[in-house]
C-alpha cells in the first residue's frame, strides 16, 4: 500500500512527462552502509527497515547492503551457532514481510543453512514486495592472509538449485540469477558477494554478457591503507568493461575490531564513471543515492559489437544464467488499494496513465506477457515523481567541469589537432623550410583563430618559420573594423605572413554577372548574398595555395557540421584539411584559454586571443545599418550551448529527443544550480525554458537531417572527441535523405513546451 503523498506522486508523474526519472531510462539505486549490532539479527532487520523506509520516500529502486548485514561479517565461529542462523531466518522474514509496502528491490546479506543443515551459505537475499527473488551465495570464498571463510562457509559456485532453510520452507539458492524488472526498461540486477569481483574472472562478467545491466556487490572487505582504492579500481574495471552499473557497499561501524578495522565505504559506477560515493569511517548510516543511466548501458553494449561477439565466444559458460526472475517495480501488486491507505471509495485514485515511448513499450511488453500467458493482468501502474536526478549532468557535456579534468581534455585536443596536420604537411612535403605551406583565412573570430594558433605550433614542431604560414583576412560587405583588425594583429603577432585581400569588388561583379539586385545597387541580403561571400573567400584560397605551393586548411567546427551552418562546396565547408572539424564551437574558447594560461604564445598574442574570446559569434555577412544589431549567429539557429548539449547526446549516447531534452530540462532548467566550466563568465550564465528547449531541438533537428549531404562530403580532419566525430569515414554514416519524421514526432508528442 501506498501513502496519500505516494499517491500525489504518482498522479503528478502521469500529467508531467518530466516529472519521474523512471520514464527517461533512468533507475534510481542506494548502495548503503549502517550501523551493525553484531550477532544481533533482531536489531539489524529493525535497522534495515528504518532505512528502507525513506529510502521508499526518496523513490529508491535498488537498495544494496553490505555482505551479511543482518548479522555481522566478523562473527567468527559464531556464525556456525543455531542461535545465531536461527536468528538470521527470522530476520529475513521480518524484512520480508515489511517489503510488501515499500518500494526498492532489496539485496541485503544473511547466513543461511543448507536444506539438510550440513553447510552454511554466505548469502545476498535479493527481496521485493513480499516476494523472495533470489538468493545468491558468495562463490569464492577467500581463505587467505586473514581471511578464513571456508572454515564456515560453502562455496555457492556449483550451489545452483541447491536449497537452503527459510522460514520452515526450502528456498532455492539462485547463483546465476538474474532479475528483469519489467516496468523499468533495461534493468536487469545480477548479485555477488564481496570477494567475487576480486577473482580474474568475476561472476559479474560473465552475468554482464548474459544481460545483467546493474551489479550489486555486498563486500565485508575489512580496511587496510591502499584498499579502497583497490576497490574502486576494480569496481570501475567491471563497469567499464561489462558496460554496466556498479553497487557497492561495505562493512563498517559496528563489526569486531578484535584483528581488523572497517571504513563502510559506498559508491556507484556507470560504464566506468563514478556517479557517486559516501564519507568513509562514518559514524551511523551512510548512503550513496544515484541515478543510474540504463538507457546508456543499453546504447553503449548495442554501439559496441565485440560486447556481443564476447558473449557468443562464452556462449557455453552462459548456458547457466537461463532461468530469469521477473518483477515490476511500480506494480501491479494484488492489493486492491495500493493508490490509497484509507478505507474509503477510491473513486479519485489516479487512473494508471502511460505517457511517454518508455511507458507505452513497457506496457506493450506486458499485454504480450499477457496474451502469451492467458491471464488478463492489470495495467502497468504510472512511475512516482522522483524530482530532479540525482548524479552529475554537465551542462557542456563537451566541456568538463572540474578545472583539471578541462585542462587535460585541452591539452590533448589542441595536441591531436596539431598533430593531425604536422602529419599531413609532412606526407606532402611541409616537413622541410620552403616545404608545402599552410594557407588560411582568417576573421578575427574563434574558429579561425584556433585554427591559426594550431598551425603556429605545427610549425614550430616541424622546425619551420611561422612566416611560412600564409594567412588572408578578406573583409567582406559585413566586415567590422574590430574583427579585421583582430585578425591582422593575431596573424603578426605569431609571426605569420599577412595579407588582407578585399573580396568586395569580386563579389559585387559575380552578384551582377548572375542579374543578383544587390549587383545593380539594391539592398538585398538573401543567401546568395551570403554565400557569394563565403564562396569568394575560399575561391581566392584554393587559388592562392596553388600560387604559393600549400594547402588550405579548414577552420569550421564540429557544431557547423551538425548545423550545416557552412556554405557547400567552394565555401567553409572545404578545404584541403580541416583542423577544427572535431572540435565543437563550445570547447572552442576553452581550448584558447588553455593555450593563453599554458603560455605556449607571448604576451602580445595572448592579449589579442583574449580579445577574440569577447567578440560575439558572427558570419558577418549581412551588413548593419547604424543603430542595428551586428548579425549574430546564434539569433538565427539558436545558442551553441543547446546545440552542442543535443549533438553530444545524439552523437556519442544515441538518444532519441525526448530524453535528450529532459536532460537538456535537467542541466539547464536553473542557471542557479550545478557548476559551470572554468573561465565561464557570470554575465554569459543563463537558463532555458522548457519551451525554449523544445524549439531549439526542433531546429537543431531539422537542420541535423537536413543538412547530411554536407557532412557526406567532408575532408580530411582528425577526430578529437570521445564525444564522437561526422566524418563519413569515422564515427557518423547517414544517409543524406533519409527522413526526420519519427524524430520530429517524438519532440512533438513526448517533449513537454511549457
Same mark, same amino acid.
Given at each position: 500500500?501506498?501513502?496519500?503523498?505516494?499517491?500525489?506522486?504518482?498522479?503528478?508523474?502521469?500529467?508531467?512527462?518530466?516529472?519521474?526519472?523512471?520514464?527517461?531510462?533512468?533507475?534510481?539505486?542506494?548502495?548503503?552502509?549502517?550501523?551493525?549490532?553484531?550477532?544481533?539479527?533482531?536489531?539489524?532487520?529493525?535497522?534495515?527497515?528504518?532505512?528502507?523506509?525513506?529510502?521508499?520516500?526518496?523513490?529508491?529502486?535498488?537498495?544494496?547492503?553490505?555482505?551479511?548485514?543482518?548479522?555481522?561479517?566478523?562473527?567468527?565461529?559464531?556464525?556456525?551457532?543455531?542461535?545465531?542462523?536461527?536468528?538470521?531466518?527470522?530476520?529475513?522474514?521480518?524484512?520480508?514481510?515489511?517489503?510488501?509496502?515499500?518500494?526498492?528491490?532489496?539485496?541485503?546479506?544473511?547466513?543461511?543453512?543448507?536444506?539438510?543443515?550440513?553447510?552454511?551459505?554466505?548469502?545476498?537475499?535479493?527481496?521485493?514486495?513480499?516476494?523472495?527473488?533470489?538468493?545468491?551465495?558468495?562463490?569464492?570464498?577467500?581463505?587467505?592472509?586473514?581471511?578464513?571463510?571456508?572454515?564456515?562457509?560453502?562455496?555457492?559456485?556449483?550451489?545452483?538449485?541447491?536449497?537452503?532453510?527459510?522460514?520452515?520452507?526450502?528456498?532455492?539458492?539462485?547463483?546465476?540469477?538474474?532479475?528483469?524488472?519489467?516496468?523499468?526498461?533495461?534493468?536487469?540486477?545480477?548479485?555477488?558477494?564481496?570477494?567475487?569481483?576480486?577473482?580474474?574472472?568475476?561472476?559479474?562478467?560473465?552475468?554482464?554478457?548474459?544481460?545483467?545491466?546493474?551489479?550489486?556487490?555486498?563486500?565485508?572487505?575489512?580496511?587496510?591503507?591502499?584498499?579502497?582504492?583497490?576497490?574502486?579500481?576494480?569496481?570501475?574495471?567491471?563497469?567499464? *568493461?561489462?558496460? !554496466? =552499473?556498479?553497487?557497492?557497499?561495505?562493512? @563498517?561501524?559496528? +563489526?569486531? %575490531?578484535?584483528?581488523?578495522? /572497517? &571504513?563502510?565505504?559506498?559508491f556507484v559506477y556507470e560504464c566506468g564513471d563514478l556517479l557517486g560515493e559516501s564519507e568513509r569511517f562514518p559514524t551511523g548510516v551512510?548512503?550513496?543515492?544515484?541515478?543510474?543511466?540504463?538507457?546508456?548501458?543499453?546504447?553503449?553494449?548495442?554501439?559496441?559489437?565485440?560486447?556481443?561477439?564476447?558473449? *557468443?565466444?562464452? !556462449? =557455453?559458460?552462459?548456458?547457466?544464467?537461463? @532461468?530469469?526472475? +521477473?518483477? %515490476?517495480?511500480?506494480?501491479? /501488486? &494484488?492489493?486492491?488499494?495500493?493508490?490509497?491507505?484509507?478505507?474509503?471509495?477510491?473513486?479519485?485514485?489516479?487512473?494508471?496513465?502511460?505517457?511517454?515511448?518508455?511507458?507505452?513499450?513497457?506496457?506493450?511488453?506486458?499485454?504480450?506477457?499477457?496474451?502469451?500467458?492467458?491471464?488478463?493482468?492489470?495495467?502497468?501502474?504510472?512511475?512516482?515523481?522522483?524530482?530532479?536526478?540525482?548524479?552529475?549532468?554537465?551542462?557542456?557535456?563537451?566541456?568538463?567541469?572540474?578545472?583539471?579534468?578541462?585542462?587535460?581534455?585541452?591539452?590533448?585536443?589542441?595536441?591531436?589537432?596539431?598533430?593531425?596536420?604536422?602529419?599531413?604537411?609532412?606526407?606532402?612535403g611541409g616537413d622541410m623550410p620552403g616545404g608545402t605551406r599552410p594557407v588560411i583565412g582568417v576573421s578575427g573570430g574563434l574558429d579561425?583563430?584556433?585554427?591559426?594558433?594550431?598551425?603556429?605550433?605545427?610549425?614550430?614542431?616541424?622546425?619551420?618559420?611561422?612566416?611560412?604560414?600564409?594567412?588572408?583576412?578578406?573583409?567582406?560587405?559585413?566586415?567590422?573594423?574590430?574583427?579585421?583588425?583582430?585578425?591582422?594583429?593575431?596573424?603578426?603577432?605569431?609571426?605569420?605572413?599577412?595579407?588582407?585581400?578585399?573580396?568586395?569588388?569580386?563579389?559585387?561583379?559575380?552578384?551582377?554577372?548572375?542579374?543578383?539586385?544587390?549587383?545593380?545597387?539594391?539592398?538585398?541580403?538573401?543567401?546568395?548574398?551570403?554565400?557569394?561571400?563565403?564562396?569568394?573567400?575560399?575561391?581566392?584560397?584554393?587559388?592562392?595555395?596553388?600560387?604559393?605551393?600549400?594547402?588550405?586548411?579548414?577552420?569550421?567546427?564540429?557544431?557547423?557540421?551538425?548545423?550545416?551552418?557552412?556554405?557547400?562546396?567552394?565555401?567553409?565547408?572545404?578545404?584541403?584539411?580541416?583542423?577544427?572539424?572535431?572540435?565543437?564551437?563550445?570547447?572552442?574558447?576553452?581550448?584558447?584559454?588553455?593555450?593563453?594560461?599554458?603560455?605556449?604564445?607571448?604576451?602580445?598574442?595572448?592579449?589579442?586571443?583574449?580579445?577574440?574570446?569577447?567578440?560575439?559569434?558572427?558570419?558577418?555577412?549581412?551588413?548593419?545599418?547604424?543603430?542595428?544589431?551586428?548579425?549574430?549567429?546564434?539569433?538565427?539557429?539558436?545558442?551553441?550551448?543547446?546545440?552542442?548539449?543535443?549533438?553530444?547526446?545524439?552523437?556519442?549516447?544515441?538518444?532519441?529527443?525526448?530524453?535528450?531534452?529532459?536532460l537538456a530540462h535537467q542541466a539547464w532548467g536553473d542557471a542557479e544550480a550545478g557548476e559551470w566550466p572554468a573561465g565561464y563568465s557570470?554575465?554569459?550564465?543563463?537558463?532555458?525554458?522548457?519551451?525554449?528547449?523544445?524549439?531549439?531541438?526542433?531546429?537543431?533537428?531539422?537542420?541535423?537531417?537536413?543538412?547530411?549531404?554536407?557532412?557526406?562530403?567532408?575532408?580530411?580532419?582528425?577526430?578529437?572527441?570521445?564525444?564522437?566525430?561526422?566524418?563519413?569515414?569515422?564515427?557518423?554514416?547517414?544517409?543524406?535523405?533519409?527522413?526526420?519524421?519519427?524524430?520530429?514526432?517524438?519532440?512533438?508528442?513526448?517533449?513537454?513546451?511549457?
Open positions: 500500500m501506498t501513502s496519500a503523498t505516494d499517491t500525489a506522486g504518482h498522479a503528478a508523474a502521469a500529467t508531467d512527462p518530466h516529472a519521474s526519472i523512471y520514464d527517461h531510462g533512468f533507475v534510481r539505486v542506494a548502495a548503503v552502509t549502517l550501523p551493525v549490532a553484531l550477532a544481533d539479527p533482531a536489531a539489524n532487520a529493525e535497522r534495515h527497515l528504518e532505512v528502507l523506509r525513506d529510502l521508499h520516500d526518496q523513490q529508491v529502486g535498488i537498495a544494496v547492503f553490505p555482505e551479511l548485514s543482518l548479522t555481522g561479517y566478523s562473527l567468527d565461529d559464531l556464525v556456525l551457532q543455531e542461535p545465531l542462523l536461527d536468528a538470521a531466518e527470522q530476520a529475513v522474514l521480518t524484512v520480508l514481510e515489511a517489503s510488501e509496502e515499500l518500494m526498492p528491490i532489496i539485496v541485503l546479506g544473511a547466513p543461511l543453512r543448507a536444506k539438510d543443515r550440513s553447510r552454511v551459505f554466505n548469502c545476498a537475499v535479493v527481496i521485493h514486495r513480499g516476494q523472495i527473488l533470489g538468493i545468491a551465495p558468495k562463490q569464492n570464498l577467500p581463505t587467505y592472509r586473514e581471511f578464513y571463510e571456508r572454515r564456515w562457509f560453502a562455496p555457492g559456485d556449483d550451489a545452483a538449485g541447491e536449497e537452503v532453510i527459510l522460514g520452515g520452507q526450502f528456498a532455492q539458492l539462485t547463483p546465476h540469477g538474474i532479475i528483469q524488472v519489467e516496468d523499468v526498461p533495461g534493468l536487469s540486477l545480477f548479485v555477488e558477494v564481496c570477494e567475487d569481483m576480486w577473482v580474474p574472472v568475476p561472476p559479474s562478467a560473465e552475468a554482464a554478457l548474459a544481460g545483467a545491466t546493474v551489479i550489486a556487490n555486498l563486500s565485508g572487505s575489512p580496511i587496510t591503507i591502499g584498499r579502497a582504492e583497490d576497490r574502486k579500481l576494480m569496481a570501475r574495471s567491471a563497469s567499464a *568493461r561489462g558496460q !554496466a =552499473a556498479y553497487i557497492y557497499a561495505a562493512a @563498517g561501524e559496528g +563489526e569486531s %575490531t578484535t584483528d581488523l578495522a /572497517w &571504513d563502510g565505504q559506498t551512510r548512503s550513496t543515492i544515484v541515478d543510474v543511466d540504463l538507457d546508456r548501458i543499453v546504447v553503449e553494449r548495442r554501439r559496441q559489437n565485440t560486447f556481443d561477439d564476447n558473449r *557468443r565466444t562464452h !556462449a =557455453a559458460s552462459l548456458e547457466k544464467f537461463d @532461468g530469469w526472475e +521477473e518483477t %515490476t517495480l511500480f506494480g501491479p /501488486w &494484488d492489493a486492491p488499494d495500493c493508490w490509497d491507505d484509507s478505507d474509503e471509495d477510491d473513486e479519485e485514485a489516479p487512473e494508471p496513465i502511460l505517457l511517454g515511448g518508455r511507458r507505452r513499450a513497457a506496457q506493450a511488453r506486458h499485454d504480450a506477457r499477457s496474451a502469451a500467458t492467458g491471464a488478463e493482468l492489470p495495467a502497468l501502474r504510472t512511475p512516482p515523481a522522483t524530482g530532479p536526478l540525482r548524479r552529475h549532468h554537465d551542462r557542456f557535456p563537451f566541456v568538463p567541469d572540474d578545472p583539471a579534468r578541462l585542462a587535460q581534455d585541452c591539452y590533448e585536443a589542441y595536441n591531436i589537432q596539431v598533430a593531425g596536420l604536422v602529419r599531413r604537411l609532412k606526407q606532402i579561425s583563430t584556433h585554427a591559426l594558433i594550431v598551425c603556429a605550433r605545427a610549425m614550430d614542431l616541424l622546425g619551420r618559420d611561422r612566416s611560412e604560414i600564409l594567412a588572408y583576412t578578406m573583409p567582406g560587405f559585413a566586415t567590422t573594423e574590430h574583427t579585421r583588425s583582430n585578425a591582422e594583429l593575431l596573424s603578426r603577432a605569431i609571426g605569420a605572413s599577412f595579407e588582407t585581400i578585399d573580396i568586395r569588388p569580386a563579389s559585387t561583379q559575380m552578384l551582377k554577372d548572375m542579374g543578383h539586385p544587390f549587383g545593380e545597387g539594391e539592398p538585398v541580403y538573401d543567401v546568395t548574398f551570403e554565400n557569394v561571400q563565403a564562396g569568394m573567400r575560399y575561391d581566392y584560397l584554393f587559388r592562392l595555395a596553388n600560387h604559393h605551393g600549400g594547402i588550405v586548411v579548414g577552420t569550421g567546427d564540429l557544431s557547423e557540421l551538425a548545423l550545416g551552418w557552412c556554405t557547400y562546396g567552394v565555401g567553409d565547408h572545404m578545404s584541403h584539411y580541416g583542423v577544427n572539424a572535431g572540435v565543437p564551437k563550445t570547447l572552442i574558447q576553452h581550448l584558447i584559454r588553455w593555450v593563453i594560461s599554458e603560455g605556449i604564445f607571448d604576451a602580445a598574442t595572448a592579449e589579442v586571443l583574449r580579445a577574440v574570446l569577447d567578440t560575439e559569434i558572427s558570419p558577418e555577412l549581412i551588413p548593419t545599418a547604424p543603430g542595428q544589431k551586428a548579425q549574430s549567429t546564434e539569433d538565427s539557429i539558436g545558442p551553441y550551448a543547446l546545440h552542442d548539449f543535443a549533438l553530444y547526446h545524439l552523437l556519442r549516447r544515441g538518444y532519441g529527443p525526448g530524453k535528450i531534452a529532459y557570470e554575465e554569459d550564465r543563463r537558463a532555458y525554458s522548457r519551451e525554449e528547449i523544445k524549439h531549439w531541438l526542433t531546429v537543431f533537428t531539422r537542420r541535423f537531417f537536413n543538412n547530411q549531404f554536407k557532412r557526406s562530403a567532408l575532408p580530411n580532419a582528425p577526430k578529437v572527441l570521445a564525444g564522437g566525430s561526422l566524418s563519413p569515414r569515422g564515427d557518423w554514416r547517414m544517409p543524406s535523405d533519409a527522413a526526420s519524421t519519427a524524430w520530429l514526432a517524438e519532440i512533438e508528442r513526448d517533449v513537454p513546451g511549457d
